[in-house]
Nanobody
Framework: VQLVESGGGSVQPGGSLRLSCAAS????????MGWYRQAPGKQRELVAS???????NYADSVKGRFTISRDNAKNTVYLQMNSLKPEDTAVYYC?????????WGQGTQVTVSS
């Protein structure tokens, strides 16, 4: 199984991006999934998670701005990011919750600047 992130880019403050995480197998649909991020010089942190039945949790820093969702039929997890701030700049990764060490992908870079 591989997890492949996509959808990152450069946006101005206040902009939006939608990240996607596609799994090569069906294991995604039976596990809790999360979006993590790592900013330069900082530890990787969990910003949003979604359980197999759909309940969600968010870090306080993104609550009200980010929305995590999943499409089990497509083996894909999404992260809709609105009202982006410069402090959201980071490499974003998806993984299981808790994270499985062998499933970290390349991530997708999100840069928020004016």
């Amino acid at each position: 199984v591989q997890l492949v992130e996509s959808g990152g880019g450069s946006v101005q403050p206040g902009g939006s991006l939608r990240l996607s995480c596609a799994a090569s197998g069906s294991i995604l649909r039976i596990n809790a999934m999360g979006w993590y991020r790592q900013a330069p010089g900082k530890q990787r942190e969990l910003v949003a998670s979604i359980a197999s039945r759909g309940s969600t949790n968010y870090a306080d820093s993104v609550k009200g701005r980010f929305t995590i969702s999943r499409d089990n039929a497509k083996n894909t997890v999404y992260l809709q990011m609105n009202s982006l701030k410069p402090e959201d700049t980071a490499v974003y990764y998806c993984n299981f919750v808790p994270a499985w060490d062998n499933y970290w992908g390349q991530g997708t870079q999100v840069t928020v600047s004016s």
